[in-house]
């Protein structure tokens, strides 16, 4: 995983994004290699939330799509104006994946990563959207839950949560972000439905908190029996006093993730 994270660092975002997906056993339809603006995508008018987002964009890419004839190992070349069209009427059945670049000394904040990432997802009627976000060294993954409207005359579905794994040091990955994203690929999926279900558990902000406070948990119960700092004399005193520096090293890292 570390060698294709360097990827996107090293060379075109198209190219790095194929090879993750390939890593990941993600079979998929190539659409284009060449940037495609976002407003030539996105059917509506924009917003003024994300025209702001999109000054902070240099390229958008509309890597490919996934369906069930890709994950039978029939992938094919997609047309993009093809495949946009009948996305946008509901009538694509597969998940697509986009990317984006964003500008040299650019940041997205989190509120605008999830806004972009609903952009992206209003180009698809009915369709599960995966978009891959870099931003300098950095990289994230997105996806949006979706739900059918509870109103019978409304078309396509209703854009939910938005499920984001941000800021992957793609030079020197920290190693809970390998875990997560190896267990995207931890086997293969014969159904699209199949992998974006799966995607969006190993997405799942409830998932991802529990898998940190055990974590956390382990690391407090070890670290109250082998911590030692200086001057510590074997009293109960002393003792407590190291327990509460431990303590307090932990709500650090809590305020730290939190922030």
Avoid at 9 to 32: G, K, Q, R, W
Avoid at 183 to 206: C, N, R
């Amino acid at each position: 995983m570390n060698s294709i994270l360097k990827k996107f660092v090293d060379e075109p975002l198209f190219d790095a994004c194929a090879a993750m997906l390939n890593y990941l056993h993600i079979s998929f339809n190539e659409v284009t290699r060449t940037p495609v603006p976002f407003e030539g995508l996105y059917r509506n008018p924009l917003t003024k939330a994300l025209q702001e987002i999109l000054v902070k964009v240099e390229n958008t890419y509309f890597i490919g799509t996934v369906d069930e004839a890709s994950l039978s190992g029939r992938a094919a070349h997609q047309d993009e104006s093809d495949v946009t069209a009948q996305a946008s009427e509901g009538k694509y059945v597969g998940m697509m994946i986009f990317a984006v670049d964003i500008k040299h000394n650019q940041t997205l904040t989190r509120t605008e990563l999830a806004t972009l990432t609903r952009g992206f997802n209003r180009i698809a009627a009915a369709q599960p959207v995966v978009l891959f976000i870099k931003q300098g060294n950095r990289l994230a993954l997105a996806t949006c839950e979706r739900s059918e409207y509870t109103q019978q005359w409304r078309d396509g579905e209703k854009l939910g949560k938005v499920s984001l794994l941000r800021g992957i040091n793609c030079l020197q990955p920290h190693r809970g972000h390998i875990d997560i994203l190896e267990s995207i690929g931890d086997k293969a999926y014969p159904t699209f439905e199949e992998l974006y279900k799966h995607w969006m558990q190993v997405f799942s902000s409830e998932l991802l908190t529990r898998k940190f406070y055990s974590e956390l948990s382990d690391w407090y119960a070890w670290a109250v029996q082998v911590a030692r700092f200086p001057n510590d004399l074997a009293t109960t005193e002393m003792m407590r006093s190291s327990t509460m520096r431990v303590a307090s090293v932990s709500s650090l890292v809590l305020s730290l993730c939190g922030s």
